[in-house]
């Protein structure tokens, strides 16, 4: 199992960032293999992602629960690569914001285990959190911020911070 630890400063604020961050319709804007995220329509709370992976395209599930009070995001993979994670938004002195995110991986496979072992992964987190962060700096979705009573169930969403690498424009 790896353990992989990031942070990225956001320079928007607190609120805006979190709220990008569970609007997962955008997640092809900035996280490049992720093709689709859709909520289980027979699961609340739960996310299905289709995404890229070199020539395949492969499918995964997450279990999501979130806090808007603390901004935070848990999850745990249902199918698919097995791991959790937690997104924490936290609000800067100067009024921006900072996106920190765990992941808890255990590959499996001959190709995860080497992209692991040579930090592939972490860098794919890494590039998927800068182009995130840019994304929220532009304004991110040109959605409006969720009402509250629609709130509950989008802030239990929430997918996977690593994947393969193709940009979107």
């Given at each position: 199992?790896?353990?992989?630890?990031?942070?990225?400063?956001?320079?928007?604020?607190?609120?805006?960032?979190?709220?990008?961050?569970?609007?997962?319709?955008?997640?092809?804007?900035?996280?490049?293999?992720?093709?689709?995220?859709?909520?289980?329509?027979d699961t609340p709370g739960r996310m299905s992602f289709r995404y890229t992976s070199g020539n395949a395209?492969?499918?995964?599930?997450?279990?999501?629960?979130?806090?808007?009070?603390?901004?935070?995001?848990?999850?745990?993979?249902?199918?698919?690569?097995?791991?959790?994670?937690?997104?924490?938004?936290?609000?800067?002195?100067?009024?921006?914001?900072?996106?920190?995110?765990?992941?808890?991986?255990?590959?499996?496979?001959v190709i995860a285990n080497r992209d692991d072992v040579l930090g592939a992964i972490r860098s794919r987190m890494e590039h998927d959190m800068e182009?995130?962060?840019?994304?929220?700096?532009?304004?991110?979705?040109?959605?409006?911020?969720?009402?509250?009573?629609?709130?509950?169930?989008?802030?239990?969403?929430?997918?996977?911070?690593?994947?393969?690498?193709?940009?979107?424009?």
């Amino acid at each position: 199992m790896s353990i992989i630890e990031l942070s990225k400063p956001v320079r928007a604020t607190a609120q805006e960032t979190f709220f990008q961050l569970i609007r997962f319709d955008g997640y092809p804007d900035f996280m490049h293999a992720v093709d689709q995220a859709a909520p289980d329509a027979d699961t609340p709370g739960r996310m299905s992602f289709r995404y890229t992976s070199g020539n395949a395209t492969l499918h995964y599930t997450v279990d999501i629960d979130s806090s808007e009070e603390f901004a935070e995001v848990h999850w745990t993979s249902v199918d698919g690569p097995k791991h959790t994670g937690l997104a924490r938004v936290i609000a800067t002195d100067s009024g921006d914001s900072e996106l920190r995110v765990r992941v808890d991986l255990r590959p499996a496979g001959v190709i995860a285990n080497r992209d692991d072992v040579l930090g592939a992964i972490r860098s794919r987190m890494e590039h998927d959190m800068e182009q995130f962060a840019e994304y929220v700096e532009r304004g991110g979705g040109e959605a409006p911020m969720p009402s509250a009573e629609h709130r509950s169930t989008m802030e239990r969403l929430f997918g996977k911070l690593f994947s393969g690498s193709r940009r979107r424009a």
